[in-house]
């Protein structure tokens, strides 16, 4: 099978050096074997995402070689495939509506799963229609999950799995205002996408199991992933646009592409030595066996 991997950026601000990494990586895996590289904007939160930064993201790529095939729609622009995904559940009677609030749902006493999301006590899950009338706020829409495990064999993190009812809980498909979530949004884009191999942050591997249940509900099979080390300063803290860390707009200030590519690859392993490299040429070596799955203390560049 032809491997077709993505990337897929979020324009909620100028990109930092952890998403040029998985970038990157994500390029790189796929032109080492000749495959097809995909582009999607997920642009799917109306709130946060700003048209100014998709041109950003698509000079920013193409300054550092990484050129895409195909171009996939928007995800704000995909409202309509994703209410059909959303109906394909509500026929199978797995999602229901819930009206909790935030704050219920941050309780102190609430358990939550590895990546800080509260795992729903599903609380609305069995509400009679009687009762979801006296409710007064919008709600939420979440999907029921089994208790049953799910696993991935990712290609850096080795198994991972979750047991969707004890460690994740019910969780939204589609959001109090109307908007789809994450989970239902990026399955729908990948299975529309033909997308095979999913290269992504370390950050969103507890994502797998939820998305490998989608994947199964809507009959179509999971692509390989590969969650790769998320690079952090020497505290510990990751990488955040919000902390405005090492923005690639800065660091093409002072350095190269090739000097960049060179040094992000010699960080994480593929390069025995730091030196300039441009990804055309980096393809040419790129070796998963050399990429270190732990996270990447970034000390300067």
Not at 8 to 32: D, E, T
Not at 78 to 84: G, H, K, L, N, Q
Not at 87 to 112: I, M, N, Q
Not at 232 to 247: A, F, I, M, Q, Y
Request: proline share 5%.
């Amino acid at each position: 099978m032809a491997c077709v991997g993505r990337f897929a950026p979020s324009p909620s601000g100028r990109m930092h050096l952890g998403n040029v990494f998985s970038a990157l990586l994500a390029w790189l895996s796929v032109r080492s074997r000749g495959g097809t590289f995909v582009l999607r904007i997920e642009d799917l939160d109306p709130q946060r995402c700003k048209a100014e930064y998709v041109d950003l993201v698509r000079r920013d790529l193409e300054a550092l070689g990484l050129t895409w095939d195909v171009e996939q729609t928007p995800q704000r622009l995909r409202t309509e495939a994703y209410a059909s995904q959303f109906a394909r559940l509500e026929e199978k009677g797995l999602v229901y509506p819930c009206y909790c609030t935030r704050d219920e749902l941050h309780a102190a006493s609430a358990p939550h799963a590895s990546d800080g999301t509260p795992i729903y006590s599903g609380a609305c899950r069995n509400l009679t229609a009687a009762e979801r009338a006296e409710k007064t706020r919008r709600p939420a829409w979440r999907l029921m999950v089994p208790d049953e495990t799910y696993a991935i064999l990712d290609r850096l993190q080795g198994e991972y799995k979750e047991n969707l009812t004890a460690d994740c809980g019910d969780f939204i498909v589609r959001r109090s205002d109307g908007v789809y979530a994450y989970q239902l949004a990026v399955v729908t884009d990948d299975i529309a996408g033909g997308i095979t191999e999913v290269v992504r942050g370390r950050d969103l591997l507890s994502s797998s199991p939820r998305q490998q249940y989608l994947y199964e509900l809507f009959g179509a099979s999971a692509p390989e992933y590969c969650h790769v080390p998320l690079l952090v300063t020497p505290e510990g803290r990751r990488l955040s646009k919000r902390e405005k860390d090492l923005s690639l707009e800065e660091l093409l200030e002072r350095m190269r592409p090739e000097e960049l590519i060179g040094a992000l690859l010699h960080a994480c392993g593929v390069l025995e030595h730091r030196e300039a490299i441009s990804a055309a040429d980096a393809a040419r070596i790129f070796d998963w066996s050399r990429v270190k799955a732990n996270d990447v203390v970034l000390t300067q560049l």
